[in-house]
């Protein structure tokens, strides 16, 4: 659930700088389908539409099916595009499926569709489909998030320290948990949409106004000479950003 929390806020930080325009699903018939297969498949649908639509950029997630009908775990997985326009979604689907067909042996069910707004969109994908019954089956190893080199728009760390510092906020975490409540139903994608935007900006309003502070300090270790207990006194603190503060030694506290 944390790592669920934690993709949607980084991905929704990164569509305030560009928005993915189209959700693709992609899927598999086979019962435990081949990883390196499911690679290559993958590649290859790529590359065939930077090469005959346009040059786009996507993050996937990793799920599989809970077999609640037929017997088996089946991997598909999620993607958010970047680089299509929102109307070519309906008429790339039919032609996507074909191909996704010939490149997996028969698995020709995909969903292709433009997404309506940044956090709904992000939300569904990052939280709807985040779920324990769709969790990688045992002795699996390996990434659920999966973006091309291309996708974000800031280097994936940044955007995943900064989400992890806004998550300190209470408002934004239960907004997320809320959102994760509305997205299965799909009409309530502008309700979460206004839901996420709004504990963002409550979020970085908060952070402004109590930033974290870097300090370093300098301890002196102390040795009691009777009975050989050690403990530390604060020497000196010193801000990243501002001048030295030297604590009196009266008030230096023993650590």
Partial sequence: MLAAFESATVLRLDAQVEAPTVGLTTTTREVDFDMASLRVAERSLWQWLRRHVAPVQYVGFLEWTTGAHTPGRRP?????VKGLERD???E??????RRWAD???GSWRVECR????QAGAIAYLALHHHKREQAPPPGWTGKRLRPSKGYFCRPVQELREEARE????RQLEAAVRQALELVADDQAELDVDALLTGALEVARAERAAHPPQ??????????DPQ???ITYEVEEVRHAWGPRQRPDRADAPAL
């Avoid at 870097?214 to 040795?223: C, D, F, H, P, Y």
């Fill in 76 to 80: 598909h997985i999620h993607h958010l």
């Fill in 88 to 90: 070519q979604a309906a």
């Fill in 92 to 97: 790339l689907e039919p032609e996507i499926s």
């Fill in 103 to 105: 490149y997996t042996g």
């Fill in 114 to 117: 433009g997404l309506r707004t």
């Fill in 166 to 169: 806004l998550l300190a906020s």
């Fill in 214 to 223: 870097l300090v370093s300090v300098l301890e002196r270790r102390l040795v």
């Fill in 227 to 229: 009975t050989g207990q």
